[in-house]
């Protein structure tokens, strides 16, 4: 196999390091049309790759679109939510074309399909005690608050609740707020390369600084 000859050969290199093939967006049912743009339909597509039959957390739950996805395949998905009103960083969207960060309640895709295999946690992912939750997880999905503050603060909640040789994958890469995070997280020495819209790392048992 060349990866080489795959349109997003990088989201296929990167699931190859966890022995794992791709899943085509289209046997997800994903589109263009769906996610906005091929790459972020691939992006999801290398979450649920890596998140099959494993144990996962994410935060920023939103309406639960991504959660949906993650438990068709996960053991367990546990999603943290601060509440239900919108946060002040989002992009103002057009509600009325159904995209918008209004009107809404948290997780309602995921309860509206009965995932059974889903855990909802409600609060702020700067001050809550997940402790009980620290080195369980196999992959966390950071998509909350896209401040600098609020993304440098949930990279090392993510890092604590992963096992060793778990994978975080950062959401929107290209926020102001979060590629300064990376940005200084990456001057503290961790390696958190960059994928098209998302970075990600990956705790080492033996990490490289």
């Known amino acids: 196999m060349q990866l080489g000859k795959f349109k ?14 791709m899943i085509n967006p289209y046997e997800l049912g994903l589109t263009k049309h769906i996610w906005g743009d091929t790459g972020n339909v691939w992006q999801l597509s290398l979450l649920v790759t890596l998140a099959k039959d494993n144990d996962v957390f994410e935060i920023g739950t939103y309406r639960g679109r991504t959660t949906d996805q993650l438990a068709k395949v996960a053991n367990k998905v546990v999603t943290l939510d601060w509440d239900t009103t919108p946060t002040e960083d989002v992009p ?9 960060y ?7 895709i995921y309860k509206k399909n009965n ?17 009980s939750h620290y080195n369980q ?23 604590n609740l992963l096992r060793d040789d778990g994978i975080i994958i950062i959401d929107d890469s290209q926020w102001d707020g979060v590629y300064q995070a990376m940005h200084k997280l990456r001057e503290e020495g961790f390696e958190i390369p960059t994928i098209h819209y998302i970075n990600y790392y990956i705790k080492r048992k033996k990490p490289c600084f």
């Open 8 to 21: 997003n050969a990088h989201y296929h290199q990167l699931a190859l390091l966890y022995n794992r093939k």
């Open 92 to 100: 103002d969207i057009d509600v009325n074309k159904g995209d918008g």
């Open 102 to 108: 209004s009107d809404y309640t948290v997780g309602e």
């Open 115 to 131: 995932r059974k295999n889903v855990t909802q946690l409600i609060g702020d992912s700067t001050t809550i005690d997940l402790s």
């Open 137 to 159: 997880y196999d992959v966390v999905y950071l998509d909350g608050g896209h401040t600098e503050e609020i993304a440098y603060s949930d990279f090392y909640l993510a890092k």
